[in-house]
């Protein structure tokens, strides 16, 4: 899996759990928050786990 397709995998999860959006943001807010746990996440995993490379050149 590239980093790319965790931090995709990592948003959708985030997005599709209710407990981590709050009623009363707004949508940018709840953007923001997702983007930046699955930023997070995606960071502290690859401190401990190598990524297929995004590009190969041929």
Same mark, same amino acid.
């Given at each position: 899996?590239?980093?790319?397709?965790?931090?995709?995998?990592?948003? &959708? =999860?985030?997005?599709?759990?209710?407990?981590?959006?709050?009623?009363?943001?707004? =949508?940018?807010?709840? &953007?923001?928050?997702?983007?930046?746990? =699955?930023?997070?996440?995606?960071?502290?995993?690859?401190?401990?786990?190598?990524?297929?490379?995004?590009?190969?050149?041929?």
């Amino acid at each position: 899996m590239t980093r790319t397709e965790f931090y995709l995998k990592a948003c &959708i =999860a985030f997005a599709g759990n209710n407990k981590v959006l709050a009623e009363k943001l707004t =949508a940018a807010q709840c &953007i923001e928050n997702i983007t930046a746990l =699955a930023e997070a996440l995606t960071l502290k995993v690859e401190e401990s786990a190598d990524f297929d490379p995004e590009y190969q050149l041929p």
